[in-house]
Nanobody
Framework: VQLQASGGGLVQAGGSLRLSCVVS????????MAWFRQAPGKEREFVAR???????TRYADSVKGRFTISWDNAQIVWLQMNSLLPEDTAVYYC???????????????WGQGTLVTVSS
């Protein structure tokens, strides 16, 4: 499985961006897709995840109500980011876990990251 993330860029506070992550290789409904981010000088943190069995999505409190994760049959996981804040500035990574129960950042495959910069 390989992941290719894109869609990052520079945006003003209050703006929107949509990140995409193209997943190549065989994917099963027992997998979970997720987005993480790492801001400069900080540890990587969870952003959102979606189980591919149709289960509920989950979000970090800091992005709830502003970000939306989704998956389509073209094997792309999306992250729609609205009402962006300067503190959303980070490198965003997509990830895949080969199971539905996932804890922390225990994912099996990672993309290369895409930089999102939000100016104030």
């Amino acid at each position: 499985v390989q992941l290719q993330a894109s869609g990052g860029g520079l945006v003003q506070a209050g703006g929107s961006l949509r990140l995409s992550c193209v997943v190549s290789g065989r994917i099963f409904t027992t997998y979970t897709m997720a987005w993480f981010r790492q801001a400069p000088g900080k540890e990587r943190e969870f952003v959102a995840r979606i189980p591919l069995n149709g289960g509920s999505t989950r979000y970090a409190d800091s992005v709830k109500g502003r970000f939306t994760i989704s998956w389509d049959n073209a094997q792309i996981v999306w992250l729609q980011m609205n009402s962006l804040l300067p503190e959303d500035t980070a490198v965003y990574y997509c990830a895949v876990a080969r199971r539905l129960m996932v804890w922390g950042s225990n994912y099996d495959y990672w993309g290369q990251g895409t930089l999102v910069t939000v100016s104030s």
